[in-house]
């Protein structure tokens, strides 16, 4: 199964960079890992939030392909503890082709793209930064690998 996150608009603070690209790579160690970047768009002051949720969402669809499996990291979505992701992340390689997370701009998905998801997950019932959450987020997916093949990095 192939895996990627999809982002919308680069990681600005240079220790959440390398963070992310850390995990990125262990990632890759377990499991085909991608990691894409979606340009922030420009002129934005002129766009309504709705608007902006829009042309974000148009952007963010192209980059999905008919088979994927979608999954939106929404506050409104499901928690997991991580030895329930990495049981989750499991059952996701024997029915997922290509899995593919999202994490949306400033103001969340458009309408277009909740629709296109297949599922939505929560970090957690507090709000982080869009750039904490991609350094979280991927932590999360390396911790759940090591879990699933029983090394030690995760204890209970």
């Known amino acids: ?17 390398a963070g992310i690209r850390d995990y990125v790579e262990r990632i890759g160690h377990y499991m085909p890992f991608s990691f894409t970047v979606i340009p922030e768009l420009r002129n934005t002051k002129n766009l ?7 042309a974000e969402g148009e952007l963010i669809l192209k980059q999905l392909q008919p088979q994927d499996t979608v999954v939106l990291l929404d506050e409104h979505g499901k928690e997991l503890c ?5 049981a989750w992340l499991e059952r996701k ?13 400033p ?19 507090l709000t982080f930064s869009h750039q904490m959450v991609r350094l979280v987020f991927v932590e999360q997916i390396y911790r759940a690998c090591t879990i699933i093949k029983g090394e030690p990095y995760h204890h209970e």
């Open 82 to 86: 991580s030895v329930e992701l990495a």
């Open 107 to 125: 103001y969340g998905f458009s309408p277009a793209v909740y629709e296109r998801a297949n599922e939505q997950l929560s970090l957690s019932r």
């Open 1 to 17: 199964m192939k895996t990627e996150l999809v982002v919308v608009g680069r990681t600005a603070d240079k220790h959440f960079d």
């Open 48 to 54: 309504t939030e709705e608007q902006q949720k829009t």
């Open 93 to 105: 390689r024997l029915t997922a082709r290509r899995l593919v997370f999202v994490i949306g701009g």
